[in-house]
């Protein structure tokens, strides 16, 4: 029976941690002191320091983190980033999982003589939590991933790095992602890693899909590299940081 006032049904699609596993060959480095600084190899294989010799290190842009929170206590990471939760009991600066404060090193370690430096040393960064726990929750739902999007633009960035997805995809989710894009905001997210099919947000036009390269430029056994792959980016190995102490970093693909 048609209602009037009803534009649309649709079903609100899960959407999950897309290194869920950490696939961990996780070296968990409690360092006392703290190791000298090394540049990961995903670091240099995109050229990073090059671009950081011309000048630019990300200070005059802003990313949006969209996953399980952030570890501010870390060493090799600014203590002055904002963000919100919409974990209910948890703030943003709480990362169980590990996940998002390891993407986060991967961007913005602090270039200073210990532990990692970042794609980005100098960028922004806004956190937006809405998953938790690696072992426990680690899914939501396109709906929440529509309001961590705008969250990100109402904070002022410029990208926003998605790190859930999900099998199915989602009329209003696309139409969120769309309407960024429209608006300027570039969105980037992981393919996932079920090897094969389409994933999203990763797989809608206005998002670009990023597959993961491991350190011989092969894609990764577990990344999904299908035709909406735009891009390739080391995702195997990746020394980063990580929420055990103040000076941890692991080792993990992702």
Known sequence: RSDPNVVQIEKDVARTL???????SVLAFPFDPP?????????????????????????ERTICIIGSGYYSDHLDLPDDVDGVSFVQGAVYTDDPSGIGSHLAGTIVALD?????VGVAPGVNLFIVKIVDRSESQVSNYSSDLVVAALTCENAGADIVAVGLSGGYPSTQEMR???ALRDRGVLSVAGMGEEGSGLRYPASYPSVIAVAAVDIDLRFADYSTASGYAELAAPGVGIYST?????????????
Request: hydrophobic share 40%.
């Open 18 to 24: 897309t290194a869920a596993n950490l696939h961990a």
């Open 35 to 59: 190791p000298p600084q090394v540049i990961p190899w995903g670091v240099e294989a995109v050229q990073a320091p090059e671009v950081w010799n011309r000048g630019f290190d990300g200070s």
């Open 112 to 116: 200073d003589e210990i532990g990692v």
């Open 176 to 178: 969120a992602f769309d």
């Open 242 to 254: 990580y929420p055990c102490t103040s000076a941890s970093h692991v080792t993990v693909d992702g």
